[in-house]
């Protein structure tokens, strides 16, 4: 089997996902993955390219989220540890599969905080562009901001981790950033 690309990934969530929502969603897990990677000096690439395909099946079966997956992601040739990092994800809510790797546990963590970095950079004039890590913080704070993203999740992953909350926000910011263009959260044109 060949490793899994961020090219591969693309394909493999395009057959099973049109939903715009989920499609930007899966570009910002993707970017703040690749931010990670570059943290635990890992493939940027293949962590992008798991983060990109981490709800692969939320579309069709959004209340049996990670049920089918692995058969989705098996049939379309993805090796067995990259399934198991993306069920992961996943952990006590839907899985049962214990993120335990840096990849698998970044993934846990970021998934949620994507959410409330992409919602605070939406309200913003220069969107991500120059956004900072106590703007990002003092949104994590507010529970009724974003309030779908679960805090406590972060909270554990970041534990996992062994890392700070804010040195994970750094990462999620700096990695959404570089697709600032693609997730619609540059700056707004004067009009």
Known sequence: MAKLTYARAQEIL???CDDPHLLAHALAVSAAMGAMAEHFAADSEHWRAIGYLHDVDYQHYPEEHLQHA??????????????????SHGYGLCSDVEPQTDMEKSLFTVDELTGIVMAAALMRPTGISDMEVKSAAKKFK?????????????????????MELNEVIALVIEGMRREMDGLGIGPKASA
């Open 70 to 87: 692995g058969s989705i992601l098996a049939a379309a040739g993805v090796e067995e540890a990259d399934i198991r990092a993306i069920l």
């Open 14 to 16: 395009h057959q099973n």
């Open 142 to 162: 507010d529970k009724s901001f974003a309030a779908k993203c679960d805090r406590a999740v972060i909270r554990r992953g970041c534990e996992m981790l062994g």
